[in-house]
């Protein structure tokens, strides 16, 4: 199907002239962002803690495993108390390989195998005294020690609170300089980062016989964009 010339110039005027008469229509406005950082003492621990064990076959090494996880879960349970929340986060049997210098297939030595578990602790002066009883009852691998809230909402909600006060307060100063009048808001955008943040701090080996431990505190920001309508 042909369309000739000038009827494609007729549509192209048309969808133009549309075009401009919809964003005559837009008031004029400006635009600014806030942000803002809420500090929170964490009220939660998380330690990912496991054992790693190598045998000559993967029998024996999760065996050997799971016999020390078990006495690392009993020796926890006992400084924490029963209802302590521990879940298993991940496990691993894989083989070890040596590698020739010749090149070719390389040989199987043995098998590591490594089962890490996440304890939830909500007292956090017992989270040294867990790091002490998972090393004792032997526990070789602590991964890592997390710090967070229970419920973040609030401080997230503060948060945001403050970040959209900062932006309508640079819009109203911008207004003010220009000797324009806000008239409405004609939209607000977050644009908070998406994960919640922790305090992370890593382990390779708790080595003292009481493990001291430092919460420190949680930043949580927050971004919003404004866009005022303006006249």
């Known amino acids: 199907m042909n369309i000739s010339k000038s009827v494609l110039a007729a549509t192209l005027l048309l969808v133009t002239y549309t075009a401009g008469q919809e964003a005559d229509k837009l008031p004029p406005s400006i635009r600014t962002s806030g942000e803002a950082m809420v500090t929170a003492a964490p009220d939660r621990a998380q330690i990912d803690v496991g054992v790693t064990t190598q045998a000559n076959t993967s029998q024996a090494a ?13 020796r926890l349970r006992q400084a924490l108390g029963s209802n302590t929340d521990i879940k298993t986060t991940s ?8 590698y020739s210098r010749e090149g070719g297939e390389p040989s199987i030595t043995g098998y590591t195998a490594t089962n890490i578990v996440r304890i939830t602790i909500d007292d956090l002066d017992l989270v040294g005294k867990a790091i002490d009883a998972a ?10 020690l ?11 909600a503060q948060a945001l609170r403050e970040a959209a006060t900062n932006a309508r307060r640079k819009a109203d100063a911008l207004a003010a300089a220009l000797n324009l009048n ?31 431990i430092l919460p420190g505190s949680i930043e949580v920001r927050a971004t919003v964009s404004l866009t005022v309508g303006v006249r």
């Open 62 to 74: 999760a065996a050997e495993n799971a016999k020390k996880l078990e006495a690392t879960l009993t």
């Open 91 to 98: 496990y691993t049997l894989s083989p070890n390989y040596r």
């Open 135 to 144: 090393t004792q009852a032997g526990a070789n691998r602590i991964q890592s």
């Open 146 to 156: 997390r710090f967070t809230l229970k419920d973040e909402r609030n401080v997230q």
């Open 182 to 212: 806000i008239i409405r808001v004609l939209s607000v955008v977050e644009s908070s980062p998406a994960d919640f943040p922790v305090s992370d701090v890593a382990f390779a080996r708790a080595e003292s016989t009481q493990t001291p």
